[in-house]
């Protein structure tokens, strides 16, 4: 089975920054497409920001210039940078992976159990 890990979650007054992990681990894959989403109270799960193999990042716009999705491959591990925190980015954050099992065609998208981030005014 594969899983995904995220850390780095916690409580910020709004200006901080935190940084988030995801780290991939079980059964010899690929990782395709890795993102993050959020999910604050009361609202739908949104897309935050998403990095593809070779590098290349697409962010919601309410977090362009704030946020740095990355990732480092020989670690299966993505990263989300969140600088000059607001309060409205508290939500949950979840890690997504798009993997593909070695020996199979398709991939399949995995998620974290998600990360509470908080920040306060």
């Known amino acids: 089975q594969v899983q995904l890990v995220e850390s780095g979650g916690g409580l910020v007054q709004a200006g901080g920054s935190l940084r988030l992990s995801c780290a991939a681990s079980?059964?010899?894959?690929?990782?395709?497409?890795m993102g993050w989403y959020r999910q604050a109270p009361g609202k739908q799960r949104e897309l935050v920001a998403t990095i593809t193999s070779g590098g290349s990042s697409n962010y919601a716009d309410s977090v362009k210039g704030r946020f740095t999705i990355s990732r480092d491959n020989a670690k299966n591990t993505g990263y989300l940078q969140m600088n000059s925190l607001k309060p409205e980015d508290t939500a949950v954050y979840y890690c997504?992976?798009?993997?593909?099992?070695?020996?199979?065609?398709?991939?399949?998208?995995?998620w974290g159990q998600g990360t509470q981030v908080t920040v306060s005014s």
């Open positions: 079980g059964r010899n894959f690929v990782i395709n497409r």
């Open positions: 997504n992976a798009n993997l593909r099992i070695l020996g199979y065609v398709a991939g399949s998208d995995y």
